[in-house]
Structures are given as structure tokens and as C-alpha cells.
């Protein structure tokens, strides 16, 4: 049975982190070139689908998935996945805390449920550097433990290139 508070966020969810726009491309070069490492050890528990409808188990429906769930232990340690610079740390009722990172060249990474955010607006990043532990994604609770990862590339959704 889903709890009363994630049914309230189920309004939200239209105006969440993924509201940007679709892109049917795929990572440009300039992506390619910079070598994004996982965040955190485990496998992709649901992929990037800008067309194919997914089950969501949270709403007991079908919809679009902006980003990548990589299944992993909660309050495992979150690593940047490219340096960058941190954009900003912020609370999003459907995704948790949510740590946006420039990575430069238009790129940006949204690492969304995060937990005791190590990080600041501002910060600088190594790649591999620890930004936080993994929480819970409050549109995604009834799913196992993961993070969500989006990328943009120009205000674009596109699929997250991980080595």
C-alpha cells in the first residue's frame, strides 16, 4: 500500500528534476571524453528510457525513466562520477536531495537521493570524489535501494554513459 506522503508527491512529481526536455540523442563526444565512472558499486536496476514505458512499482504504473537506478546498499558512499563543479544541493519532494554537478561542455549530472551531502554549491570535484551516502528516493520508495542518476547534456535529458 503506498503511504500518504508519497501519494502527496505524486502532484509534484510533473514538476520534478526530470522536467526538462527529452533528447533522442545519444552522449555527445564531448561526454564521451570525459570517462564518467559509476557513482557507487552495483548493477543498473532500471535504464534510461526517453520512449519505452517502464513500470513504476511506487505509482502501479507505466511511464518514461529520465535517468538510471543503480541498485546498491542505502547509505553506500556516492562518488562523483566525473570532476565538475557543484551546482547546487538541494531538496526535492520527489527526489530526495538532490546534488546537481557541471561537468562543463553543457554536461550535467543530477545524482538524486542523497543522504549526508558532503558538498556545497560551489565545490570543486575530483572524479571520484565522495559527495554524500545513498538515501531514499521517495518517487522510487517501493523499488529495492538505489540512486538515480540523470544526465543533461544542453538542458537535455540523455542517457547516462557510464564506465
Known amino acids: 500500500e503506498i503511504s500518504s506522503a508519497t501519494s502527496e508527491i505524486a502532484d509534484e512529481v510533473t514538476n520534478s528534476v526530470s522536467n526538462e526536455p527529452y533528447s533522442s540523442e545519444t552522449v555527445s563526444e564531448e561526454a564521451k571524453v570525459l ?36 541498485a546498491c546498499e542505502k547509505g553506500a558512499s556516492v562518488k562523483a562520477m566525473e570532476e565538475g563543479r557543484v551546482v547546487s ?27 549526508n551531502a558532503t558538498v556545497k554549491a560551489e565545490d570543486k570535484l575530483a572524479k571520484g570524489e565522495i559527495i554524500g551516502a545513498v538515501g531514499t528516493v521517495p518517487c522510487e520508495c517501493a523499488d529495492q535501494s538505489h540512486i538515480h542518476i540523470e544526465m543533461y547534456e544542453k538542458g537535455k535529458t540523455v542517457s547516462p554513459k557510464i564506465k
Request: with cysteine; hydrophobic share 25%; glycine share 12%.
Open 89 to 115: 544541493v538541494e531538496e526535492n519532494t520527489s527526489f530526495g536531495t538532490v546534488i546537481t554537478v557541471d561537468h562543463g561542455n553543457g554536461i550535467k549530472t543530477k545524482y538524486c537521493g542523497i543522504e
Open 35 to 70: 570517462n564518467f565512472i559509476s557513482p557507487v558499486e552495483g548493477k543498473i536496476s532500471k535504464s534510461y528510457s526517453e520512449t519505452e514505458l517502464q513500470y513504476s512499482a511506487t505509482y502501479g504504473d507505466m511511464r518514461l525513466h529520465t535517468g538510471i537506478d543503480i
